[in-house]
């Protein structure tokens, strides 16, 4: 395959320049642009490059997956082809690798693939709740709603996400100022109190250990950055394991507030999920595999896997995941009530709407804890450090009034 860069006029006479495409030979070129509405006035071939990332793979985050899909719904919806709807979301955005991975859709659909296929194709580019939906959705000619569903779930997760960062935040800048006030006075303050008093003199135990501390720190500050990334990289690279990523997710799930919130977090993805999958026509087996990989907590996830089995077996899925016990316990009822009614779908996105909610309550107070914590925090190590200069001032008062 041969990249050109063309320059091509659309249907309203609108001339666009710059027009990347790949096809086998100029008469393929032609074929291409031709069924996509637009006429060629000029063209040339380029150079093979590697991607704009860097190899051949690229990145998305899951605000570029729900924009595409929100706009590729729209799109459909207006009865728009799926190769020119496409066509027109490559050309209308500027993000460098969303376009990318547009073209490389735009071109496995014009060679017969279905869009499930190609985006299959894009090396885990897309996630599978996605996948799997847009099959239903072709499966059932419903491509356009699906897809639609689609971004409904990746907007309101991307929503839950800015949720907790923008709660998160003031606490985080409050750590952050808290331990450079600490370092300063430690570093620069300390310091010079201390350098007023002679050599002779035996400074009290609690100022030579602040004292050496901060020689370690003012001295040896690149040891100890050396040892502290090697101590991130450490944890990070066992959280990464199958064994380390579980015990830190149950360590998680026992800290109070924090683990209660996950919870929360892991019942909105689960519920909001499932019910989407389900009222797009997916099977209950499948929608749930696909379910579950999205709550998040490993234990979690471990706790929902055994209730696929008691599907299988004919078990009620409210009855099957009270036994698992490892969401809160009006996600088992809702779900009940839904079953009895014939409304599961309606009566999971209502569960998830209903934490989502309470998951903003639980950030709030979350964040109302930390504050005081931080402040008492900083106040003992200030008043430590007071502490250990005002010792030694008392020390030399008592020593001078004795020597009067």
């Given amino acids: 395959m041969q990249e050109y860069k063309c320059t091509v006029k ?95 859709l735009y071109e496995s659909v014009q060679k017969g693939d279905q869009l499930s296929d190609a985006l299959k194709k894009q090396n885990n580019l897309y996630p599978e709740i996605m996948i799997s939906m847009v099959e239903a959705g072709e499966a059932s000619g419903r491509l356009d709603s699906v897809i639609a569903k689609v971004a409904d779930i990746f907007e309101k997760d991307v929503k839950l996400r800015n949720k907790i960062r923008s709660a998160m935040m003031y606490p985080i800048i409050l750590a952050v100022l808290c331990v450079a006030v600490v370092l300063i006075l430690v570093t620069k303050v300390l310091p010079v109190f201390i350098s007023m008093f002679t050599e002779e003199m035996t400074l009290p135990l609690i100022t030579r250990a602040l004292l050496a501390f901060s020689n370690a720190l003012t001295g040896y500050w690149y040891i100890i950055l050396l040892i502290i990334g090697a101590i991130v990289i450490g944890i990070r690279a066992y ?100 079953e009895e009614s014939g409304t599961i779908e309606d009566m999971l996105n209502k569960t998830a709407d209903y934490y989502d909610d309470e998951i903003e309550n639980s950030i709030s107070k979350l964040v109302t804890l930390v504050e005081p914590i931080l402040i008492v925090f900083m106040g003992l190590i200030v008043g430590l450090i007071v502490v250990a200069i005002l010792l030694p001032m008392f020390d030399l008062y008592s020593s001078m009034s004795g020597n009067l």
């Fill in 239 to 338: 959280v990464r394991t199958e064994e380390g990523k579980k015990n830190w997710h149950t360590l998680l799930l026992k800290i109070p507030l924090i683990g209660n919130t996950i919870t929360k977090i892991s019942a909105v993805r689960f519920t909001r999920t499932l019910g989407t999958l389900l009222s797009s026509g997916m099977t209950l087996i499948k929608s749930l595999e696909i379910a579950i990989q999205v709550a998040g907590n490993r234990v979690i996830m471990d706790g929902l896997a055994v209730t696929k089995e008691d599907i299988r077996k004919g078990i009620p899925l409210s009855q099957s995941l009270r036994k698992a016990d490892v969401l809160p316990p009006m996600v088992y009822s809702m779900i009940g009530i839904g």
């Fill in 10 to 104: 659309m249907l309203d006479g609108k001339t666009i320049k710059n027009y990347k495409i790949k096809a086998e030979d100029e008469a393929g070129l032609i074929t291409q642009l031709k069924s996509s509405g637009l006429y060629l006035l000029n063209f040339k071939a380029v150079e093979e490059r590697k991607d704009i990332v860097g190899g051949n793979k690229l990145n998305l985050s899951l605000k570029d997956v729900a924009m595409f899909s929100r706009q590729l719904s729209a799109i459909l919806g207006a009865g728009v082809t799926l190769i020119k709807a496409l066509n027109i979301l490559y050309l209308q955005i500027e993000k460098k690798n969303v376009k990318e991975s547009i073209r490389r």
